[in-house]
């Protein structure tokens, strides 16, 4: 568990969710992707929940480090209904869904969060639990614990 002090700041107990500053470069989104897994798998919650859960918030962290602005901070929530995620960035511009070009390299992220979440994501207005007074928004998206978690 030394670890994991040392690729968060800190990290923080609010009732039901955890929450870690991340660093404030690009390192966060390794250190996001390793704290969601240990902290997943430690509850308990299903082997693929827990690799979608990660590569979608991999996929948030590296869209608040290239487009949104530092302080970067982790939420997570698990109940028995649903695992809810949330990066938190500074940033002022809110993200957009692109559309599918095959020959872009980089663009895809909200639409993975989208399908592997079912539509449940968003952004929201959020401050910042770590760095009081500090106001942002938060990308998240929730997955449903249930077997039938995926709409037709």
């Not at 430690?42 to 949104?68: C, F, I, K």
């Not at 399908?115 to 449940?120: I, K, M, P, R, V």
């Not at 449903?144 to 037709?152: L, S």
Request: aromatic share 4%.
């Amino acid at each position: 568990m030394a670890e994991t002090v040392v690729v968060a700041d800190r990290s923080h107990s609010l009732g039901r969710s955890l929450v870690w500053r991340l660093r404030d470069d690009a390192r966060a989104v390794g250190d996001a992707r390793d704290l969601l897994r240990r902290a997943l798998l430690l509850v308990g919650l299903r082997r693929d929940l827990v690799d979608d859960a990660v590569l979608m918030v991999s996929e948030l962290v590296t869209n608040a480090v290239l487009y949104g602005a530092a302080p970067y901070e982790l939420v997570v929530r698990v109940d028995p209904a649903e695992v809810v995620c949330m990066v938190v960035d500074a940033g002022a511009v809110r993200p957009t869904r692109r559309g599918t070009d095959a020959q872009a390299e980089n663009g895809r992220g909200l639409l993975i969060v989208a399908e592997l979440s079912a539509g449940l994501y968003g952004c929201i207005p959020q401050t910042f639990a770590t760095c009081p007074g500090v106001e942002g928004k938060a990308t998240w998206f929730a997955l449903p614990r249930t077997e039938d978690r995926r709409r037709a």
